[in-house]
Nanobody, 128 residues
Framework: VQLQASGGGLVQAGGSLRLSCVAS????????WGWFRQAPGKDREYIVS????????DYTDSVKGRLTISRDNAKNTVYLEMSNLKPEDTAVYYC??????????????????????WGQGTEVTVSS
């Protein structure tokens, strides 16, 4: 299993980025997906997830209205659109996959322990 995150970079405050996470070696559609981030000197933080059927999303309060998660099952890819970025968004961003039971189509896992696989991270730096 491999989760390849990309799209990070340096951006000015107020700018936008789109992160991508391409998955291989697993059945993409049986997983819910999430993004976490870890800022320098801080613990890893949950920020957003999307359900297995793509119809439900969950956002932590600090990113609501600025970040949007989506998934493209045909491309085995999950995206994180980020706008109005702030210096406090500076972190390494990680995508993660959470295996769900067949009947569970709407769960939006928010704990790291609920995730089975993790990407390598992509770094986002927001300058003020």
């Amino acid at each position: 299993v491999q989760l390849q995150a990309s799209g990070g970079g340096l951006v000015q405050a107020g700018g936008s980025l789109r992160l991508s996470c391409v998955a291989s070696g697993l059945t993409f559609t049986v997983y819910a997906w999430g993004w976490f981030r870890q800022a320098p000197g801080k613990d890893r933080e949950y920020i957003v997830s999307i359900s297995k059927n793509g119809r439900k999303t969950d956002y932590t309060d600090s990113v609501k209205g600025r970040l949007t998660i989506s998934r493209d099952n045909a491309k085995n890819t999950v995206y994180l659109e980020m706008s109005n970025l702030k210096p406090e968004d500076t972190a390494v961003y990680y995508c993660a996959a959470s295996r769900r039971y067949t009947s569970d189509t709407t769960s939006v896992p928010s704990r790291g322990s609920q995730y089975n696989y993790w990407g390598q991270g992509t770094e986002v730096t927001v300058s003020s």
